[in-house]
């Protein structure tokens, strides 16, 4: 074996790609991580950081409620806190068409041992007495879901891969990936180094793409533009995640710093790659925080900021092998990178060695109907 030789060679630098790598390093796999900048350049690194198994398919809350309990342990994990705090979600409904579809899921998110509870507006009020819930039908609320910071989140995956003596190449553009040559992979960067591998994962993230056409696979994946913004920090009242989910909604939570951070989805989608921010959105996003709580209404904005959702059809992520024998998929996370990100880099882990699961990822798979069923609570 020559020191280009590796048993895994992964593509991107996200959560996707890093937790991955991490996985497979403590299962004694070589590995070598390449990132065409730095780590979290792309979606991880413009996520705010909220997590959450409220979901509305089997699969989706299975992953989601072991990713939640491997941020828990991440402090023990690592031996540093990445601020993990359960602040809990609060979903919002403000017609009976979405109350119904918040009771029609309970039952399934409860039958998986996900305490979510049904809230009343009088209900919500006595928890949140700050929220104006006008209008409001009703909800959901998960105590358990939470946030992190996804800073502190890669730095402790990224420790512990290069701490076993595994490879990560930051500003390692790839730029071919040839298998002709059986049982292995070349992968060049834009160095014109070349490296060599069994098995290639792609967690390209918003470039997943592109990735997939070196060798010759179109992935339904498509990346779009989401703004986000946040504040100057107050007093820290542990405010939830208040997801709003009329047309014009939105979502925000308060970070451990006080900070209000959140975004909204745009009525008009904005496809590729394209982070540029808008006044649009930093008007009308202070706009719909005040209408749920009022009292905000004169904390100043610090920044803003814009990233790239990579979406699928169906709305749920791409997590399998490929038809090409060591080259597998982990990606189009659809917004959701993030907060499955640790409990898919597992799972990936170990399927690209045991070749199974540990429970039904058909909703995940590579060749799936797309237009089968969608994730509800998107």
Same mark, same amino acid.
Request: hydrophobic content about 35%.
């Given at each position: 074996?020559?020191?280009?030789?590796?048993?895994?060679?992964?593509i991107?630098?996200?959560?996707?790609?890093?937790?991955?790598?991490?996985?497979?390093t403590?299962?004694?796999?070589r590995?070598?991580l390449?990132?065409?900048n730095?780590?979290?350049?792309?979606?991880?690194g413009?996520?705010?950081?909220g997590?959450?198994?409220?979901?509305?398919?089997e699969?989706?809350? %299975?992953?989601?409620?072991?990713? $939640?309990?491997?941020?828990?342990?991440? =402090?023990? @994990?690592?031996?540093f *806190?990445?601020?993990w705090?359960?602040s809990?979600?609060l979903?919002?409904?403000?017609?009976?068409?979405?109350?119904?579809?918040?009771?029609n899921?309970?039952?399934?998110?409860?039958?998986?041992?996900?305490g979510?509870?049904?809230?009343?507006?009088e209900?919500?009020k006595?928890?949140?007495?700050y929220?104006?819930?006008?209008?409001?039908?009703?909800?959901?609320f998960?105590?358990t879901?939470?946030?992190?910071?996804?800073f502190?989140?890669?730095k402790?995956?990224?420790?512990?891969?290069?701490?076993?003596?595994?490879?990560i190449?930051?500003h390692?553009?790839?730029?071919?990936?040839?298998?002709?040559?059986?049982?292995?992979?070349?992968?060049?960067?834009?160095?014109?180094?070349?490296?060599h591998?069994?098995?290639?994962?792609?967690?390209?993230?918003?470039?997943? %793409?592109?990735?997939?056409?070196? $060798?010759?696979?179109?992935?339904?994946? =498509?990346? @779009?533009?989401?703004? *986000?913004?946040?504040?100057e920090?107050?007093?820290f009242?542990?405010?939830?995640?208040?997801?709003d989910?009329?047309?014009?909604?939105?979502?925000?939570?308060?970070?451990?710093?006080?900070?209000i951070i959140?975004?909204?989805?745009?009525?008009?989608?904005v496809p590729?790659?394209?982070?540029?921010?808008?006044?649009?959105?930093?008007?009308e996003?202070p706009?719909?925080i005040?209408?749920l709580?009022?009292?905000?209404e004169?904390?100043?904005?610090?920044?803003q900021?814009?990233?790239?959702?990579?979406?699928?059809?169906?709305?749920?992520?791409?997590?399998?092998?490929s038809?090409?024998?060591?080259?597998?998929?982990?990606t189009?996370?659809?917004?959701?990178g993030f907060?499955?990100?640790?409990?898919?880099?597992?799972?990936m882990?170990?399927?690209m060695?045991?070749?199974?699961?540990?429970y039904?990822?058909?909703?995940?798979?590579?060749?799936?109907?797309?237009r089968?069923g969608t994730e509800?609570?998107?």
């Amino acid at each position: 074996m020559t020191k280009s030789d590796y048993d895994v060679i992964i593509i991107g630098g996200g959560i996707i790609g890093i937790a991955t790598g991490y996985y497979l390093t403590k299962r004694r796999q070589r590995v070598l991580l390449l990132e065409k900048n730095y780590l979290g350049a792309g979606s991880t690194g413009r996520c705010i950081g909220g997590i959450r198994a409220q979901f509305s398919t089997e699969t989706t809350i %299975k992953v989601a409620m072991e990713s $939640v309990d491997l941020f828990r342990s991440m =402090e023990d @994990e690592f031996g540093f *806190s990445v601020d993990w705090y359960p602040s809990g979600y609060l979903f919002l409904a403000y017609s009976e068409e979405k109350k119904q579809s918040f009771l029609n899921i309970l039952s399934l998110q409860n039958s998986l041992g996900l305490g979510v509870k049904f809230v009343t507006p009088e209900d919500i009020k006595r928890k949140f007495n700050y929220i104006n819930v006008n209008g409001v039908l009703g909800g959901t609320f998960c105590p358990t879901d939470g946030q992190a910071d996804p800073f502190y989140v890669l730095k402790g995956y990224m420790l512990g891969i290069t701490n076993a003596g595994n490879d990560i190449r930051t500003h390692a553009e790839v730029v071919g990936i040839d298998n002709h040559k059986s049982n292995s992979f070349e992968v060049t960067i834009h160095t014109g180094e070349k490296f060599h591998a069994p098995k290639v994962l792609n967690a390209a993230g918003p470039f997943s %793409k592109s990735v997939g056409k070196f $060798v010759g696979i179109d992935l339904l994946a =498509e990346p @779009e533009r989401h703004e *986000s913004l946040i504040t100057e920090g107050i007093e820290f009242k542990a405010i939830p995640m208040i997801v709003d989910y009329r047309p014009d909604g939105c979502y925000f939570i308060q970070r451990k710093t006080g900070q209000i951070i959140g975004c909204y989805t745009p009525e008009v989608q904005v496809p590729g790659n394209d982070m540029k921010s808008t006044f649009e959105f930093l008007t009308e996003m202070p706009r719909r925080i005040i209408r749920l709580i009022p009292t905000l209404e004169s904390v100043a904005i610090l920044r803003q900021w814009a990233g790239s959702y990579t979406v699928t059809p169906d709305g749920n992520p791409i997590v399998d092998k490929s038809d090409i024998p060591g080259y597998y998929i982990s990606t189009a996370m659809c917004g959701h990178g993030f907060m499955l990100g640790p409990a898919l880099g597992k799972l990936m882990a170990n399927f690209m060695i045991d070749d199974q699961w540990p429970y039904d990822m058909s909703e995940f798979a590579f060749k799936r109907n797309y237009r089968k069923g969608t994730e509800v609570l998107g």
